[in-house]
C-alpha cells in the first residue's frame, strides 16, 4: 500500500509535495522582490507583471 511505500521513504516530504516545490523553485527565481511601504511588498516578474503583497491584511494583487 502507499502508506507502507512510505514508511519505506527516507524522505520527509512525499513526492508529489517535492516535485510541487521543485517546480516553484525554478518559477520563483524570475521574480524580483521590493519593499514598497510599510508591510507591502512589490512583486515584479521579469517576463512582465507586477503584483503588491500586503503583509499586515495578508491581500495580493495577483488574486485579487
Avoid at 8 to 36: H, M, Y
Wanted: with cysteine; aromatic share 8%.
Amino acid at each position: 500500500t502507499k502508506r507502507e511505500w512510505m514508511k519505506k521513504r527516507n524522505a520527509k516530504i512525499c513526492p508529489k509535495i517535492q516535485k510541487k516545490l521543485e517546480k516553484t523553485k525554478i518559477e520563483i527565481v524570475s521574480n524580483i522582490v521590493r519593499w514598497s511601504k510599510e508591510d507591502q511588498f512589490e512583486v515584479t516578474h521579469a517576463y512582465g507583471g507586477k503584483h503588491v503583497v500586503n503583509l499586515k491584511n495578508q491581500t495580493c494583487t495577483y488574486r485579487s
